[in-house]
């Protein structure tokens, strides 16, 4: 194996501290654990299934023996908080768990034909790879890894630059947890070497991949020369619609976590805020107040709830939609952030003129939101769908049959009504339009990860 190409210092984003400095992996190490996949393919596919599910349930447990560390490590190398980390470990935990149980319903079907026996299989695809951005370090891998090792593929892993400390403490984690060797490896590169591999590698028959709408289309164009399957979760900029007859002051007292959450850095933030024009000054009074509450800072702090952003380049790129934008921006109002060290912005609300402004179209990924008023249900929802997006969603209102009609009509994968829930690990996630191919979680996630074989078995003499 040949040396390792280059090393990345890994950054804390609240204090600019470097706390690791890891070696990125190159191609030849990224072919040999590729093949090694290869190699340990057979066998892992033919773990009896309960076993397999054993194993997962294992290394499910394991993950929450070391929930606080991984937590912990993800507050230092990406600058959630702790609350958020928490969870964020916990959901791997709670997905492998979900998914130990497929391997035993991993059903196909009995058809009835003449003259036989028709039934179908799902077979495993093979090598998977799985691509994480730096949003979501652990989440993303793991409902990636856990439904692809459950349909018995074995994987290879590539984290985010920024961010690889928790998904290589997963790789040790799953050895610990007795998953054999070669089944899943996690190897820290960049995306131009390590990801383009999996892309390329005719031994990889999937890659799932979440990230940028421009990295992904990239990819499925590289993709299509060896057919390869792809699921694609890409960006948003998503609504969060409040009609006149909602609870306003709900509406407005959500409205700031929604955005704001892991410091905007969320392809479900609800970046857009539509409000019914007749309650749009009662509704930004009172968001006002709840987003001056929201407290920044330390998000190693139990009460903090939004950290920094995870790097300067991150934080440029808000204020080159803001702050240093080409285009005029009407900034309504702002909360507060620390001064100093840190990659900190404030959690910011913006005017825009219409609905063609680039704060209004573009995703931002940081703690801004773009607020404008709309007239009746048709016009909500144009101006909702009136994105190249389709990821999330909110829709505020006390009428039910609104609630129906404007969730059936917005274009997006994954709308709520009067809340801003969107991912549960046991529900269907992905995008409509530029926001993604493909759904992952909830029952039938399995089926991104097999390919179905129908085989007829001729019952007569
Ligand atoms: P990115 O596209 O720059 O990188 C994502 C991953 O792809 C990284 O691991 C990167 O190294 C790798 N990569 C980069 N170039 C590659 C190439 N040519 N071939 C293969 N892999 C390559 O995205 P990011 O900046 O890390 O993440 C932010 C983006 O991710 C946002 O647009 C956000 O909306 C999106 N996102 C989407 C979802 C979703 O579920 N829809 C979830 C989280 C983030």
Not at 94 to 112: H, K, M, N, W
């Amino acid at each position: 194996m040949s040396p390792t190409l280059t090393t990345h210092a890994v950054v804390n984003p609240a204090t600019e501290e470097t706390v690791r400095t890891i070696d990125l992996v190159g191609v030849e190490e990224t072919d040999a654990a590729i093949a090694k996949a290869v190699e340990v393919g057979p066998a892992w596919r033919g773990i009896a299934p309960a076993d397999r599910g054993r194993l997962l349930r294992r290394f499910g447990q394991v993950v929450d023996e070391h929930l606080e560390e991984l937590a912990q490590l993800e507050v230092t190398n990406a600058g959630h908080t702790i609350g958020n980390a928490r969870w964020e470990a916990g959901n791997v935990r709670d997905v492998l768990t979900y998914y130990s149980a497929a391997p035993e319903r991993l059903f196909g079907r009995q058809i009835p034909v003449a003259g036989g026996l028709d039934v179908t299989f799902k077979e495993p695809l093979g090598v998977v790879s799985v691509i994480v951005p730096w949003n979501f370090p652990m989440p993303i891998a793991g409902w990636g890894f856990a439904p692809a090792l459950a349909a018995g593929n074995t994987v290879v892993l590539k984290p985010a630059e920024l961010t690889p400390l928790t998904a290589i403490r997963l790789g040790d984690l799953a050895l610990e947890a007795g998953l054999p060797e070669g089944v899943f490896t996690v190897l820290a590169g960049k995306g131009s070497v390590v990801g383009e591999r999996f892309v390329t590698h005719p031994d990889v028959r999937k890659v799932c991949f979440t990230g940028s709408t421009a990295v992904g289309q990239g990819i499925m164009r590289k993709a299509a020369d060896s057919l390869k399957r792809i699921t694609l979760e890409l960006g948003g900029k998503s609504a969060n619609i409040v009609f006149d007859d909602a609870d306003v002051a709900a509406a407005a007292a959500a409205a700031p976590m929604s955005f704001l959450d892991n410091a905007g850095q969320d392809c479900c933030a609800r970046s857009r805020i539509l409000v019914q024009r007749n309650v749009f000054d009662a509704f930004m009074e009172q968001f006002e107040a709840a987003l001056q509450a929201v407290r920044v800072g330390d998000p190693g702090d139990e009460s903090t709830e939004m950290g920094p952003l995870v790097s300067s380049g991150q934080r440029d790129t808000v204020r080159g939609y803001v702050d240093e934008s080409d285009e005029p921006v009407d900034v309504a109002f702002r909360g507060s952030a620390p001064e100093g060290k840190g990659w900190w912005y404030p959690p910011t609300v913006v005017l825009p003129k219409s609905t063609g402004d680039k704060v209004w179209r573009e995703e931002i990924f940081g703690p801004v939101v773009a607020v404008l008023p709309f007239d009746d249900e048709a016009d909500a929802i144009a101006k909702a769908n009136d994105t190249a997006y389709g990821l999330s969603g909110s829709i505020w209102t006390k009428d039910l049959g609104r609630g129906i009609r404007v969730a059936r009509g917005v274009e997006a994968g994954n709308l709520s009504v009067n809340s801003h829930s969107s991912v549960r690990y046991s529900t269907p996630f992905g995008g409509f339009k530029a926001s993604g191919i493909g759904r992952e979680l909830g029952p039938d996630a399995l089926d991104a990860f097999t390919e179905t074989k129908n085989v007829f078995f001729n019952t007569n003499d």
